[in-house]
């Protein structure tokens, strides 16, 4: 299974966005991103539902993602 981290990072560059415009679409900071990113923390449930709707709006497949949330959740 793909790395939670590596998704995030594909889903914004298929989003064609810097990490600071990713932030701001999903009102959270550059630095989460970032950590989102290099694997040092997960989105909590919350940026998780920002994610999937920002998924749901960009038609970008977020089944994968979701996986790989749960997967390192338990």
Request: charged content about 30%; hydrophobic content about 45%.
């Amino acid at each position: 299974m793909t790395p939670l981290s590596e998704l995030i990072r594909v889903m914004r560059k298929k989003a064609l966005l810097s990490q600071e415009d990713f932030a701001k679409a999903l009102n959270v900071s550059v630095g989460t991103i970032n950590r989102w990113e290099n694997a040092k923390t997960k989105p909590n449930i919350a940026a998780m539902k920002k994610i999937k709707a920002f998924c749901e709006e960009n038609s970008i497949p977020f089944d994968e993602i979701e996986a790989a949330w749960i997967a390192q959740k338990e």
